[in-house]
């Protein structure tokens, strides 16, 4: 199944699609591999939003904006989304949890990869309608959707004991 197919899969059935990725087996290059791949489109979501802000205010180039935004969201998110996943896996244990670290990482990875494109759609609301009632309720909605997709698949992930072999 594709990855676009998956991700509207995901929208029906985000703990289906959760326990596919999970049957799959623990496979940390391909939980990196989502986690990049949802980084590079929260990336290029920024941009129009960016485009707005340098053109509003030149005082700060957009190349400037751009070289910000790629060291967050490719080098520092990253790296802040391990913490995440991690510290949700340690508070689902403490819940009664009984899942692995990767299905704690695969929930947490996947989630941002199935939101990234309303992650677009609110980089366009930024871009084209600017600050105001639009765009803070388009960033509600990505919240919103984001925390379903996550709670719901981190559910699917720290329900079942590991798979023989697991991580």
């Known amino acids: 199944m594709s990855v676009t197919a998956r991700i509207l899969r995901t929208w029906r059935d985000p703990r289906g699609v959760m326990r596919a990725h999970l049957d799959a087996g623990p496979r940390e290059d391909r939980a990196l591999a989502v986690l990049f791949a949802a980084c590079l489109l929260i990336f290029v ?11 509003l205010d030149p005082s700060v180039p957009l190349d400037a904006r751009v070289g910000g ?7 520092i998110v ?24 990767f299905g704690a990482r695969m929930a947490l990875f996947w989630s941002l990869l199935a939101v990234s494109p309303l ?4 980089g366009l609301v930024a871009g084209f309608v600017g600050p105001g009632p639009a765009l803070t309720l388009t960033g509600l909605a990505v919240l919103l959707a984001f925390l379903f997709l996550w709670l719901s698949a981190l559910a699917e992930a720290e329900r ?3 798979p023989p072999g697991g991580a």
């Not at 391990?82 to 692995?100: C, E, N």
């Open 78 to 101: 990253p790296l802040l989304a391990y913490l995440v996943a991690g510290a949700s896996h340690i508070a689902a244990r403490a819940m009664g949890g009984r899942g692995t670290w």
């Open 119 to 122: 992650m677009l759609l609110q």
């Open 160 to 162: 079942a004991p590991a």
């Open 69 to 75: 935004a790629l060291m967050g969201t490719l080098f």
């Open 45 to 55: 979501a920024q941009w129009p939003g960016l485009s707005r802000a340098a053109h």
